[in-house]
């Protein structure tokens, strides 16, 4: 994805930002099909507010085009753009109801007061507040103030929705609640979203495609699932799901992997590293089984907690603590055990150690 | 010992409502006088006092200069202290907490020695225009109440409104006027309401920049019950303390008392 | 990095430029119609015939007369202040616990006094102590006395109207802080064994600290430098700072006399101000 694509969407191309002396985004590319579901994931200060803000037209980009249905938007203010944007801190009017709220940007269109009770009384039911129209804001729940926001920014039909941190301020029972809801009520009007976040779990949940963001460049933009089983960096490995990881030396290498020392004993890798490298070796804990195999390696049980539906042992492998989840209904091993544990070679991924965070 | 605690608690919050409203019930009660003396109007209640205001001597020119003051001194406090508190609240200014401090602190300062201040300040500068020397004297006078407010009300103000007014289809002015102003206004009443009054009421500063021309209202109250206390002055008094109520009134449908207790002391 | 020395301000910063551009209107006023005077008051008061003198001063300060109408000035402040914090402190935790319409009352029943005149309530004061006025009335005809007391122009007279005028000033930075406590945290301290009396002292006292501070410096400095109140209930009976403000100005055109009774009178608001933040930091509480 290096050129912007006609067929897109929304198209980011060649975006940087700097403030002062700080890089906030470096060279980013990101394109959307029309109706796609994108969340950029990320740690705090990794740049993916200030990527939403550059699409909303609240930042301009030092450098770099944005297009949005088939126009060129880069430079276009905030108010010629057609986004909507859901704020963390829902940002709703206070001095307005439900429906001022709800109805604000399609009166500053100009559109009949028919039309805009009609189109207010459409986002209030697909977000279920219909009877809320005439509430004054402060009478509202959190849940309820994020629902206004959300049918506030679908009135306008915008091109984009983009959501910063929405959810962040619910409590968690309501916030995956919400998701599942978000999710399916933006599919239902065919709604592009960028939605972001540094929760994994919504982001996996709510989108189609996941862009993990670090240090103001997407170290991956992928679907969950590919994310998840084949994760392009250390960084992208960390932030998505569980993971056990050991460093390491290349000793070997030939046309199906390499070979890497590490403290605990030598591990195969299915790709090709130079001799000497360092390589970080890692796989998912649910891989781990407590017997020989491909690459194997011997610990001492520091931990074993039964959780339902799984099982997690916490093994020490010479010095580094590596956590396998076992099926729930399986023999744990005792505390202070030494045990042989082992993982699939199509499961193992390698990484430079350079790139490591 | 806690039923003494709250039997005290209450007798004192009865007593000093009670102490506090007395003076306001007798006068309004002796401007319904039948006697120039005072007197509780239990035979008959008078209007004659009321008809007798506008007779007073200066009161009509006196009236209109304390509303003009008052009224001026609050709007352009009110643009130069949101202004200010903006800067102070955003934080991009250096040193914002000592000009919060310093924009305060006339509240904490005796009146008289404002006055005197600004009296020889005046005169060894040669500036002689008595009315926009106590409008600008004003100033001093209300700006702080503006400051404090809407420092309280911008430190409590969520500047992503003015974002979400853009990514709605405001432009910029627009924003200001249709998202910042309007959401703001609970504040802006608060600031408009203690700075009119306090414009309004103020004796100390004011007496030492009036001429015989330009006299103020609450200077020429007090000449007044200096010289001839009769009912006359409890009838104007009434009058004004009507409008204070009718003030209030509107500032607690739209903002509600307890709130302006946190805000205002 | 050479920028972690406090650099002065940078106006190159387009943000900072717009703040410092903000603010510069209510600087200016602060600093010409503020600042400007009152320091030349300062030099105005060490001004005598021949330049610079400290004879408005001396006066000031070791004549038998002007020592006493400094004290006179403290005098009204301090039982102002001591009788606005026994009735305000208590009636303020009443006013934060009570609900709804009660609450709505009461606070209007500060408001209201608050937002009225002083001179309104100075002259109601006149009416309720004269001696042909409404308390006398009312006492000789339910036959307690037989002639009037005299109470208007009197000490008394002078401590009513202040305590009348000053009590809301009290009670509102003290309501403030109160009404945020959490109910229960008497109760708490009750549950550690502290009984009434020590669960005062050791809890509510200090968590309210900040408020009574507060309110104890703004009556305490609005009522050392108080003019109506003093001029219209006892007069020249109880010569203040104020008054001899005035008069120096207003009568006898002595203004370095005058703005040396200002320096004094400002150095006891500067002072409370001074102290109160001290205290009111080593205090810590809710702020």
């Known amino acids: ?357 | 010992m806690k039923q003494l605690a709250i039997i005290v608690s209450w007798a004192a919050a009865v007593f000093a409502c009670l102490f506090l409203l007395a003076p306001l019930v007798v006068i309004a009660a002796a401007s319904f006088s039948p006697t120039p003396v005072f007197d509780l109007p239990t035979g008959g209640a008078s209007l004659r006092w009321y008809s007798r205001i506008g007779t007073l001597d200066g009161f009509w020119p006196a009236l209109w200069l304390s509303v003009e003051i008052a009224v001026l001194s609050t709007l352009i406090s009110l643009v130069v202290g949101t202004l200010a508190a903006i800067a102070i609240t955003r934080g991009k200014l250096p040193g914002s907490e000592i000009l919060a401090a310093a924009l305060v602190s006339p509240l904490m300062m005796p009146g008289l020695v404002l006055g005197i201040g600004l009296l020889q300040y005046y005169r060894s500068v040669g500036f002689t225009a008595s009315w926009s020397g106590l409008l600008l004297a004003h100033l001093v006078i209300t700006l702080p109440y503006v400051a404090r407010t809407m420092i309280a009300g911008l430190s409590r103000f969520d500047f992503t409104l003015i974002e979400a007014g853009l990514t709605l289809g405001c432009t910029w002015p627009q924003s200001i006027v249709r998202v910042m102003i309007p959401a703001l206004a609970p504040s802006f009443l608060i600031a408009s309401l203690f700075s009119f009054l306090a414009s309004f009421d103020n004796y100390p500063v004011s007496i030492f920049l009036t001429d015989v021309r330009t006299k103020t209202l609450p200077i020429k109250m007090l000449q007044y019950i200096e010289e001839a206390p009769d009912p006359t002055i409890a009838a104007l008094s009434t009058i004004i303390l009507a409008g204070t109520v009718a003030l209030l009134l509107i500032a607690d449908r739209a903002v509600g008392l307890s709130r302006m207790a946190g805000t205002a002391e | 990095m050479t920028e972690a020395m406090p650099a002065p301000p940078k106006l190159s910063d387009p943000e900072r430029r717009t703040a410092f551009l903000l603010s510069l209107p209510a600087a200016m006023i602060l600093l010409i119609m503020f600042i400007l005077p009152l320091g030349l008051l300062l030099g105005v008061s060490f001004t005598g015939p021949e330049g610079f003198s400290l004879a408005a001063y001396q006066r000031l300060l070791t004549t038998p007369h002007y020592l006493s109408v400094i004290w006179n000035s403290l005098k009204l402040a301090l039982v102002t202040t001591a009788l606005t914090f026994l009735i305000g402190y208590p009636a303020s935790f009443a006013i934060a616990r009570a609900r709804g319409g009660w609450r709505s009352l009461m606070l209007g029943c500060l408001f209201l006094p608050l937002a009225a005149s002083v001179i309104v309530k100075a002259f109601a004061w006149t009416i309720l102590l004269r001696s042909d006025g409404i308390i006398n009335s009312t006492l000789m005809l339910l036959g307690i006395i037989d002639e009037p007391v005299r109470m208007i122009f009197t000490q008394t007279a002078l401590i009513v109207g202040s305590a009348n005028v000053f009590l809301p000033f009290m009670i509102l930075p003290i309501f403030a802080v109160v009404a945020q406590l959490d109910p229960r945290l008497g109760e708490a301290a009750a549950m550690l064994g502290a009984n009434p009396a020590v669960a005062f002292l050791k809890v509510t006292l200090p968590v309210t600290m900040p408020g009574i501070i507060a309110g104890v410096a703004l009556v305490f400095s609005l009522s050392v430098s108080a003019y109506v109140v003093p001029t219209l209930l006892i007069g020249e009976r109880y010569p203040t700072l104020a008054a001899t403000i005035a008069k120096a100005y207003l009568l006898t055109q002595q203004p370095a006399f005058g703005a040396a009774a200002g320096v004094v009178l400002l150095s006891i608001a500067i002072a409370v101000v001074i102290l109160s933040s001290r205290f009111g930091r080593s205090s810590g509480g809710l702020s």
């Not at chain 1, 010479?318 to 076992?326: D, H, N, S, Y």
Request: hydrophobic share 40%.
């Open chain 1, 1 to 357: 994805m290096t050129a912007p694509d006609a067929g897109l969407h929304l198209s980011i191309s060649n975006v940087s930002k700097r403030f002062g002396a700080t890089t906030v985004l470096e060279d980013i590319h990101l394109g959307m099909a029309k109706g796609e579901l994108v969340t950029l994931l990320g740690p705090s200060g990794c740049g993916k507010t200030t990527l939403l803000r550059v699409v909303a037209g609240l930042t301009h980009p030092d450098t770099g085009r944005v297009e949005l249905a088939g126009r060129d938007i880069t430079r276009a203010p905030p108010y010629k753009r057609n986004v909507g944007v859901v704020f963390q801190s829902y940002a709703l009017f206070p001095h307005l109801d439900v429906a001022g709220n709800v109805g604000f940007g399609l009166k500053l269109r100009g559109l009949p007061k028919a039309d805009i009770a009609s189109a207010v009384h459409r986002a209030l039911s697909l977000v279920h507040l219909e009877r809320y129209a005439d509430r004054p804001i402060r009478a509202l729940s959190g849940g309820q103030q994020q629902r206004v926001a959300l049918a506030r920014a679908i009135a306008v039909e915008p091109s984009v929705i983009l959501f910063d941190e929405a959810l962040s301020a619910l409590d968690r029972k309501l916030r995956e609640a919400m998701q599942s809801e978000l999710r399916h009520l933006l599919t239902q009007i065919g709604a592009t979203a960028i939605f972001v976040t540094h929760d994994q779990e919504e982001a996996l949940t709510m989108s189609d495609r996941v862009a993990v963001m670090y240090k103001g460049r997407i170290d991956q933009l992928a679907d969950p699932r590919t994310l998840y089983d084949q994760p392009a960096t250390a960084f992208a490995l960390s932030f998505v799901g569980q993971s056990l990881s050991l460093k390491g030396k290349v000793v070997s290498s030939d046309a199906d992997g390499s070979v890497v020392e590490t403290s605990a004993g030598p591990l195969r890798v299915p790709r090709r590293f130079l001799r000497g490298s360092s390589v970080i070796v890692a796989t998912r804990p649910e891989h781990v089984t407590l017997t020989a195999g491909d690459n194997t390696l011997t610990g001492t049980v520091v931990g074993a907690t039964f959780q339902g539906s799984r099982s997690l042992v916490e093994i020490d492998a010479a010095g580094t603590r590596l956590t396998a989840e076992m099926p729930g209904r399986c023999t744990l091993p005792e505390r202070g055990e030494t045990v042989i544990f082992s993982w699939p070679l199509s499961e193992t991924l390698s990484f430079s150690g350079e790139e490591h965070a």
